[in-house]
């Protein structure tokens, strides 16, 4: 069962213009989420992270809104640039005490996003 | 050689090969994983290793088989694999949790991957 998901697999968005990725989780014990970046022929890297005892983390071009009550991440990037397409990844992680591994993480099937110049 | 590197980026095999993937990091890093990416699933967590040691099996079938002989080397044996097998494997890497900040949650570094073909 999937526990972290991301139902759109694609989104295309204007150079300039704010693109908005969407992530939803189901289990409500996650405390710590991230996004990934994966380009073509490499592994994904990290971005952004947020822990749940926040609702927003900013970085640059990138926030992260946090929505416990609705089990609901995004992550916004504005303005979009053509080098920010590639395939965004969501990811939660359990506190250590709840997980064998101590920093396992869920991942979503990723939504692949293209800036149009 | 920086960050994490996987070897090779690309195999083919047959069912009856046998064939191994190796992985290493540089960052000093002492927890390993190995995850599976099929197309349109998400990344599945294979293995990890924390300070050589194995700490999770999901479930995997046993015709993967895992070696990490120090914190810098991870291996995913490969014997007698099937169609279904062909996928993108990336490896990782973190500080553990134990030993990291944030609560016990500490980015994991990935690799290239290898792209993995059964015929």
């Known amino acids: 069962d999937q526990q972290v998901k991301q139902n759109s697999p694609s989104l295309s968005v204007q150079e300039g213009r704010i693109s908005i990725l969407n992530c939803d989780y189901t289990n409500s014990m996650f405390d710590y989420f991230l996004w990934y970046k994966k380009y073509p022929a490499e592994g994904p890297t990290f971005l952004i992270s947020?822990?749940?005892?926040?609702d927003k983390n900013e970085d640059g071009r990138f926030t992260v809104f946090l929505n416990k009550s609705a089990k609901h991440l995004s992550l916004h990037i504005v303005p979009s640039q053509p080098g920010d397409s590639a395939v965004y990844f969501c990811a939660a992680s359990l506190p250590y005490y709840l997980s064998n591994t101590g920093n396992q993480f869920y991942f979503g099937t990723g939504t692949s996003l293209t800036v149009i110049p | 050689e920086t960050g994490v590197t996987q070897t090779p980026r690309h195999l083919v095999m047959g069912m009856t090969n046998k064939k191994s993937l190796k992985c290493e990091q540089h960052?000093?890093?002492?927890?390993m994983y190995w995850y599976k990416q099929s197309a349109k699933k998400p990344l599945e967590l294979m293995f990890v290793y924390n300070f050589k040691e194995q700490t999770e099996n999901n479930s995997v079938p046993s015709r993967f088989s895992p070696e990490c002989p120090n914190s810098s080397h991870l291996f995913l044996h490969l014997h007698t694999l099937q169609p279904e097998d062909s996928a993108l494997y990336l490896c990782?890497?973190?500080?553990?949790?134990?030993?990291?900040?944030?609560?016990?949650?500490?980015?994991?570094?990935f690799g290239p991957g290898t792209r993995l073909t059964v015929l």
């Open positions: 947020i822990s749940s005892i926040k």
């Open positions: 990782a890497s973190s500080q553990d949790a134990i030993a990291g900040a944030g609560g016990g949650h500490n980015e994991q570094f």
């Open positions: 960052l000093g890093h002492n927890a």
